[in-house]
T-cell receptor
Framework: EDQVTQSPEALRLQEGESSSLNCSYTVSGLRGLFWYRQDPGKGPEFLFTLYSAGEEKEKERLKATLTKKESFLHITAPKPEDSATYLCAVQASGGSYIPTFGRGTSLIVHP | NAGVTQTPKFQVLKTGQSMTLQCAQD?????MSWYRQDPGMGLRLIHY???????DQGEVPNGYNVSRSTTEDFPLRLLSAAPSQTSVYFC???????????FGPGTRLLVL
């Protein structure tokens, strides 16, 4: 059974204080690992897809990395507008269209 | 482009009532799906469709029906609502072969 565990559940940062969110996963063959951002009362917004260990992707202050067991979402010098819940999901290889989502990390960045 | 739209935004039902949650997309995406999001749990896939006339079950399909008569629309039907179906429902779409999935704004459903 595919599993995704995100940590921490909640994270409070001061503006400019860099940190990382963790997504640990077990999957029978990884087709892709996805990061989403979700603002309160809204649908998730796609951020990144990572396919293989060693891959990295960046978008503004966010950088996602991938190993064979986990992914990190690094947030550099965060701003209050980065406050959101960040979701991680994996999709197994083999043709299944059913992704497995983690519970998310709620990030609050204080000015 | 409006992207993915969902109606209604909020709905209160009594146990046993039926209703249809509407989802539409104007991006000509073949792949559409329905998720539910509950506190303390990750998003869970209910049903999905890879094109008009083709649907399949996700992780939690019981109590829900779907059909896909057009590329644009993918309604979710609750046959006989139960309190366990109280949740926030999200519709999503993407192009087949692409990983970027676009989510709608959600429908908050309360079943009393």
């Amino acid at each position: 059974e595919d599993q995704v565990t995100q940590s921490p559940e909640a994270l409070r940062l001061q503006e400019g204080e860099s940190s990382s969110l963790n997504c640990s996963y077990t999957v029978s063959g990884l087709r892709g690992l996805f990061w989403y951002r979700q603002d309160p009362g809204k649908g998730p917004e796609f951020l990144f897809t990572l396919y293989s260990a060693g891959e990295e992707k960046e978008k503004e202050r966010l950088k996602a990395t991938l190993t064979k067991k986990e992914s990190f979402l690094h947030i550099t010098a965060p701003k209050p507008e980065d406050s959101a819940t960040y979701l991680c999901a994996v999709q197994a290889s083999g043709g299944s269209y059913i992704p497995t989502f983690g519970r998310g990390t709620s990030l609050i960045v204080h000015p | 482009n409006a992207g993915v739209t969902q109606t209604p935004k909020f709905q209160v039902l009594k146990t046993g009532q039926s209703m249809t949650l509407q989802c539409a997309q104007d991006m000509n995406h073949e792949y559409m799906s329905w998720y539910r999001q509950d506190p303390g749990m990750g998003l869970r896939l209910i049903h999905y469709s890879v094109g008009a006339g083709i649907t399949d079950q996700g992780e939690v399909p019981n109590g829900y029906n779907v059909s896909r008569s057009t590329t644009e629309d993918f309604p979710l039907r609750l046959l006989s609502a139960a309190p366990s179906q109280t949740s926030v429902y999200f519709c999503a779409s993407r192009e087949v072969g692409q990983e970027t999935q676009y989510f709608g704004p959600g429908t908050r459903l309360l079943v009393l």
